[in-house]
């Protein structure tokens, strides 16, 4: 009900109009009840017109405003009419361009006859998981709401799809089942590739179904002229598993006759054009033409279709759905037979019958081709063409058929093998597509003909309009029980909806005796025909009110349908509803020799059919008189079979929610986009959509929620009416103030509802609210304007007359300063000018007289300096001769000193090392060594006597201090006592910086020492080299030696008897070397007591022998006969640091002293080792045959520290001496015994006979070996100078600068060498290249130019690998005897260690019974000054300790402050300082922490390798991939576990074990991939193992060896390179493994930020108080229930994509990515966010306004800020949000005429395509702003395509493609951690893991 207000005057209606059916009007004058006229004015025409209006529902209805012109849906008009849905419907299609729209629940689609871009993947991915309420109109907004419903509810769905032909419907069904393969396909990655054929199976059917059932009418080209049903069917996981289709009445007339310009059906034609293929040369076909069946419509071709092409397109079709060769090939022969049969020529015959019968000549080709296709026998098949068989009771008989008869039969043959392959195919696809397991839900998808009315209407129509009052009556009740429910649910007052009910009109069909049922009677009568059966309706029907006899004709009927009232004539009806067939033919077709042939024509008497077209055949009997010949049917009709079939899809449709598309066809010229208003509201009225209207006219059609009425509203209201916590409150006191009538609304639960119009009142209520307040701000605007410009003008005036005046008055002013100034300047020129020539004239004389006086001055200088130079050269001259003459004498007796005292001393170093290895010698030693002890005894007493004296000084002194002591006060004490604590302290810091400065020079030492070692080192390798080229000779004398053996036996065992000697006479020499060491070491030992006893008598007080002197150091062996003092020094220092280490037990002491000295010892211990193993156990036996001398020497001659005391008393030693003598000497017996025991398993082992390389090796080797030992002993000299200058504190900086001579001295010394080396290799290569160009003409370069160095080097390799191997198995024999000896040796070292102890205790026992109480004080004193010696080197060590400790923390600081700028964290670390330092009592385990679990350990040397077993392998990718989960690893360094894998990798290439190596790669990568497809919900986990892929990937091609890699990286990082493997194939493998991961990560970004986008970037609004319009339109279906959760709002998803983007950022740098990859990833993200929000935007009406594009420009602004904050704004994710800022600011533009070219060069990133739809959605929010206009989009439109004509980059679809990804990128990036450094934390659980 409409209010009479709103036909005012100037109100907009509708008029009828016979040609455009309602044209636009304006009333002139208002309307009053009662008035029986009105008057108008047409708005196109401006002709003014009187219409009547004799009552008030006869008024014309009224138009909606502009505003609400071109709605998504057409129930969201205020005004609800015909001419509104007409006018809306043409609006869009026609202006806009948009195809589909909503009416309701009902799709309304119209056929634009033009292809268009709105069906690709990137349309169905925008609708995938959408509201289609808030997108556009669309079939796949039908489909996706159809799929929600299934899989929310479990609920059966059906898509009903209908129209007329050429409408669209099979297109639209053809959409709606690809949607469904889309969305319900590939859900799970292991069945992928099932789910694929299946949807590719689905859509398969539809070129097969197209091809067999579609052809050309005069109103499309591709009309369906079947219904289908297919039901998709699909599983839990709403994955499509199979499909069922059903067909509904074929129409096989068409097989057989052709309206003109109409078409068969397509596979004729396909067929034909194929026929010069030589596959389809057996079946005869030729053109179109030339076939009867396919020439009556005069039409064989489709313009833009290509048979050819689409008869491929069906092959491919039928290949996917599984049918063979052999059966298409079958099919395709009946086909062609069809085609034959219809060209069989029927002529007449002569005979005695008044019926002229008919006749086939027997040479007929078309027979002939039709029987040889099918197989079936010609004579027989020409028989029963022209004849017919009788059965009678007891004979059959032949009757003749004339040509009309015969004709029809003919046809009905082909028409009945037709449809058998109709429905074998039809069949043949259920079974390909039938469901392997159960079914879950299904939807339906039913394409049916729409309502049809023709000027001659028959048997079809009648059949397709019957199934058309089924289907609207369906489509009203669910209208009307959506209806229904939406009050119910809002809980508001309503009244029945009366809608048309077409029952009645059913039940005239299908009721019992209704027309279906009296057709099956006639047909069953033997004598039917249909002018009877058209006599029996007009009997038994004229009484119903829906059926009517014609005036005119008596052969016809008329039925009155829901949608018009149609005529149909009855010829033929009987016998379309027999559809009978003679059985004789029928029994020939079963004879068929193709077995395919008989099975398609089996008998099915018992078997139904889905599809109602099945046919049935005829017996006739005698005395029974059939029409035309045929005989009557036995089994149901056709009419009978569609009311069954039609019944079962009703029962399938009411048990299923439905869902409508009705088809529209705009035009019958088939013009694209041409809007015919007549056609169109023909079908509106046919299709439904009008009687929707008319349901929601007569309730509440429009509703509003109560926010959103408030928000469009408020300006409606009073500020006392408003209740914000209560808006329905608020709703209802604005309402009842405004709408009188309570019965035009009503106030649900959450909604307002409105009857039709009152939504237009509200709407002029609130635009002439909103003008009155324009007006009242015009005003004022306008009157503040006016005042401004006055206020403006009048300021000026005032401002421009104050500049003049103070220009005139400055301008005064400067004429008289100008004046002023010229007089001054004059004055000071004048002056000027004068003083100038005076200092001109004064200048030039004083330069007169200085250049004469300097002459002068000169002169005397140079002849006094020519008398200086003079005398100097005479001196000089006479100096250098005098020196030259003295430095030739003394290099002369130099040089005859020399030879002769090195003759002297080889001659006496025999005797010495003959003497030294006799036992004789060795007693009269030990005699000396008594005599010695008595001797030191004797120097005991004397030292005590001294003692004495120095202990009564001492008493003397004490008494006087305390004297002193006295006279002191206790104040003067405590003062002394502070100036001594200064001293003390200042004496303290001078000793730290001698100590520094002793350190800095140490490490110069141990520079200096590396150096020396690289010496070694090359000298090893030229002594490998010279071994080699021995190992050759030695390889051919011992050929010689083997051709040799038998001759020479006895010469043999003589050179053996010489060998033995040889071994014999070493032994006497080392022996002899040993004594001299002995006699030497009593020598010095005296010189050292000398000198002390002299530095004792100079220094007075007490004086005291060092007690850490050793006569004889145990573990040194250097063969060096020039040892001196020094050397001996060396070895007591370094006992007394070891026998303070032992004392005080530190393990791993980290002093750089001792550390030192570990190094050197640990150096030593090594070379030896090395030489021991290459010269064999000869060698090795040799060196324990003397440390056991030595060992032996050392308990005969040795003392202890004790012993060696200055303050013990020996006045009565003697006895107990020489007691102990009597037992070491036993003691010495028992060991030589175990040496000669020695000796002889020696000189068994010496039998074996040795080659002469062997003695070379043994004797380079040790020569080699006294050289290293040399060189360390040197080094432990200088080392222990050092110790001893700092430990006494005296002398120091005299003994550093002798040690820093000495090395000085050694490193020139070095440096020669060096020199000489590389002349002498220069000189070498120098020889080497001019031997080649003298062999090679003069070029060097040919040398080697086929590689022939090469292949030498590779052969001496191989000879060399074979000497080795020989080599080894004889060490390995060697290698045994030498452990056993060893073992001997550490024993007797034992035994020797405990005697030393039994002596230093029994010594001290003794000395401590014969001491005085003087002296056990004084060895108290002396115990307390060494306790604190030691404790002060305690101290010194735990300094040296924490500096380490110190420097450490300060590296994993630095360390650990790099990586968090590295990764973008700024400020300071946690345990740093503001000055970089560490802080106080920072302990190592949060140095672990801070450092990410690195542990630097300089005191050892790790190689940067993992050890592990084979059998570990699982275990380490177990717990390392497999069981590594993202929170554990976020704890660690950034990508550690490709560095751990990366070091067991290097322990494999170090092996050279490529299996190992291989299996670990794979098993890594396995497991990889492994993680990820378990976790590929899970991004922490994809970004884990992206970030370690990458790392490892960097790690491989930086440690790969190649130069390219190798610039960043440090020596040792390029030590650490792999030797053995080429990993570069794996490295490609692990690029295409990270990119996999990458495309992972990306994906689970995008389904995560997938649900956030849309509200987010469009629904977000930001800007407060800037809101557009609400949507008015009602939800279409339930999928929307309330039993759902509620979707985030707004602010919520916005706050969430920053909040998630931002976790992902962090997460990303934590775990170390490259700056780089993350920019590649963001770029990508940012692009599918700006995609999806694009899209949907493009989809949207109601974000196309300006407010929203103010909104979304507001958004994207915070995210671009976003990308600043993190640093990620140079990305190109900035570049990729283009598109959507553009379009942004394409809705706020302004779109005038004159904005063209600016929108167009703004919108440089939108296609035509997407401009042109942002343009026809926008939507003006209030009817203030201005729609736009058609013309500006078409002017935008030429205009763009102008400028884009030749850019191709330019992007032209609809919408941007979201799955598009860049390539992606991973640069190297090298790390600079050392490999050494890494350690495993224990959280790994990989303790297995050895590092080396």
Known sequence: ????????????????????????????????????????????????????????????????????????????????????????????????????????????????????????????????????????????????????????????????????????????????????????????????????????????????????????????????????????????????????????????????????????????????????????????????????????????????????????????????????????????????????????????????????????????????????????????????????????????????????????????????????????????????????????????????????????????QFCINYANEKLQQQFNLHVFKLEQEEYVKEQIEWSMIDFYDNQPCIDLIEAKLGILDLLDEECKVPNGSDANWCTKMYERLTKHKHFGKPKTSRTAFIIDHFADKVQYETDGFLDKNRDAVLETQLKILRASTSEFVADLFVDKSGASDTSGAKKKTVQVRAGQKQPKGMSKASKQTVGSQFRESLRSLMTTLFSTTPHYVRCIKPNDEKAAFTFDPTRAVQQLRACGVLETIRISAAGYPSRWTYPEFYQRYRVLCKFKQIQRNDMRQTCEKVLNGLINDPDKYQFGKTKIFFRAGQVAYLEKLRSDKLQACGIMIQKHVKGWIYKKKYLAIRKSTLLLQMYARGYLARKHAQFLRETRAAIRIQKIYRGFCSRKSYYRHRKAVITIQALARGILARKRYAELLRNVKAVVIQKHVRRWLQVKKYRMVLKGIVLIQSHFRRRKARLLFKMLKIEAKSVDHIKKVNKGLENKIIELQQKIEDMKKVQKDFDNDRSKLENSQKELERLKGSEEHLRSASNKITELEEIIARLEAELEKERAEKQDLISEKSLLASNAHEKQQEQDETDKSQKEQILKLEEEMAEMKSKMQAEMNLRLDQERKQVIQEMAVEREHHQRLVKDHGRLQQRMENLLEERNAKISGHARHPSDVSSVSIDSSVPDSGINFSDEVRHNNESDFDSLRRRKKFENTESPLVTESQTVNKTGDETEKGAAEIAGSEDTKAEDRETIADDRSTILGGETSETRDGDVDDSKPANLDLGMMLKLQTRVRDLEKERNQLLKEKENVDRRPRSESQYSDVAADHQKLIELEMENARLKESLERLQKAVALGQGGNEEITNQFTALNEELSRRREECIQLKSLLASRTKDSIE???????????????????????????????????????????????????????????????????????????????????????????????????????????????????????????????????????????????????????????????????????????????????????????????????????????????????????????????????????????????????????????LILWLSNTCRFLHLLKQYSGEKSFQVENTELQNNHCLRNFDLSEYRAILNDLAVWLYQGVVKTAKEHIHPLIVGALLEYEGIQGLSSKPSMSRQRSSSHSDTLEAPSTPEHCFENLIKTLSSWVNLMRTHGFDTLVVNQLFKQLFYFIVATAANNLLLRKDMCNWSKGMQIRYNLSNLEQWLRDNRLHECGAVEAMEPLIQASQLLQARKTAEDVDSICEMCSQLSVAQIIKILNLYTPVDEYEERVPISFIRKIQQTLKEKRKSDSSNPQALLIDTKQFFPVMFPFCPSSIGLESIDIPSVLKLGFLVRL
């Open 1331 to 1581: 031997t080649a160009k003298e062999s090679y003409g003069g070029n060097a370069e040919i040398l080697n130019e086929d590689g022939e160095l090469a292949s030498a080097y590779q052969t001496l390799k191989d000879v060399n690998r074979v000497l080795q191997r020989d080599l080894e198995l004889e060490k390995s024999g060697y290698k045994r005897k030498e452990l056993e000896l060893r073992a001997t040796i550490e024993e007797l070292k034992k035994d020797n260690n405990r005697q030393q102890d039994l002596i230093g205790q029994l010594n001290k026992v003794a000395s401590n019974l014969s001491m005085s109480p003087e002296q056990a004080m004084q060895n108290a004193l002396q115990f307390e000054i060494q306790r604190l010696m030691s404790e002060n080197l305690d101290m010194r060590e735990k300094c040296d300790q924490l500096e380490d400790k110190v420097r450490k923390l300060k590296k994993a600081v630095k360390i650990y402050s790099n990586r968090l700028k590295e990764h973008g964290v700024s400020g300071n670390s946690e345990g740093v300082s503001s000055k970089g330092k560490p802080e106080e009592g920072l302990e190592e385990d949060e140095e672990e922490e801070m450092g990410g679990k690195i542990k630097y350990q300089p005191t050892k040397n790790y190689m940067g390798m993992l050890e592990y077993k084979k059998e570990e392998e699982a275990a380490l990718v177990k717990q390392l991939v497999t069981d590594l989960k993202p929170r554990v690893a976020i704890t660690l360094i950034p990508t550690l576990p490709a560095y751990i894998l990366f070091m067991c990798l290097r322990h494999t290439d170090h092996l050279n074990e490529d299996s190992r190596c291989k299996t670990l790669l794979t098993n890594v990568i396995n497991g990889i991939k492994k993680v990820s497809k378990a976790h590929q919900d899970d991004i922490e986990t």
């Open 1 to 460: 009900m409409i209010s009479d207000e709103l036909y005012c005057t100037g109100a907009r209606v509708w008029i009828p109009d016979p040609n455009e059916v309602w044209i636009a009007a304006t009333l002139s004058e208002k309307w009053t009840p009662g008035q029986t006229t009105l008057s108008i004015e047409i708005e196109d025409s401006l002709q003014a017109r009187q219409i009547k209006v004799p009552t008030r529902e006869k008024l014309p209805p009224l138009r909606n405003p502009d505003i609400l012109i071109g709605e998504n849906d057409l129930t969201s008009m205020s005004y609800l009419n015909e001419p509104e849905v007409l006018y809306n419907l043409q609006v869009r299609f026609a202006d806009r361009n948009c195809i589909y729209t909503y009416c309701g629940i009902v799709l309304v689609a119209i056929n634009p006859y033009d292809d268009l871009p709105i069906y690709g993947n990137e349309i169905v991915q925008a609708y995938n998981g959408q509201d289609s309420n808030n997108l556009d109109p669309h079939i796949y907004a039908v489909a996706e709401e159809a799929f929600k419903q299934m899989s929310r509810f479990e609920q059966n769905q059906s898509i009903i799809v209908s129209g007329e032909s050429g409408a669209g419907k099979t297109v639209s069904a053809k959409y709606a089942m690809r949607y469904f393969a889309i969305v319900g396909g590939s859900s799970h990655d292991e069945t992928q590739k099932e789910i694929s054929l299946v949807e590719k199976k689905v859509l398969a059917s539809n070129p097969i179904m197209e091809a067999i059932g579609n052809a050309k009418t005069t109103r499309n080209d591709n009309s369906s002229r079947f219904g289908k049903y297919i039901e998709i069917d699909f599983k839990k996981d709403l994955t499509i598993i199979g499909a069922q289709m059903r067909t509904y009445l074929l129409e096989k007339s068409r097989v057989v006759f052709q309206a003109p310009e109409e078409r068969n059906y397509h596979i004729f034609y396909q067929l034909c054009a194929m026929r010069e293929d030589e596959e389809f040369s057996h079946l005869g076909l030729q053109c179109p033409e030339e076939f009867t069946y396919l020439s009556h419509g005069e039409c064989t071709e489709i313009d833009g279709v290509d048979d050819m092409v689409e008869f491929e397109a069906t092959k491919k079709a039928l290949d996917i759905l599984g049918l063979n060769k052999v059966t298409q090939q079958e099919m395709f022969k009946i086909f062609a037979a069809v085609l034959h049969l219809g060209n069989v020529s029927l002529t007449e015959r002569t005979g005695d019958s008044s019926k002229i019968p008919a006749r086939i000549n027997s040479t007929d080709p078309a027979l002939k081709s039709f029987c040889t296709l099918l197989g079936i026998d010609e004579d027989q098949t020409n028989k029963w063409l022209c004849n017919r068989q009788i059965q009678t009771v007891g004979e059959t008989l032949t009757k003749p058929l004339t040509v009309a008869q015969a004709s029809f039969s003919r046809d009905a043959l082909a028409k009945h093998i037709y449809a058998e392959l109709f429905q074998y195919i039809v069949t043949q696809i259920n079974k390909s597509l039938a469901c392997r397991e159960k079914s879950q839900s299904f939807i339906g998808v039913l394409d049916i003909y729409g309502f049809e009315t023709f000027e001659i209407n028959s048997f079809e």
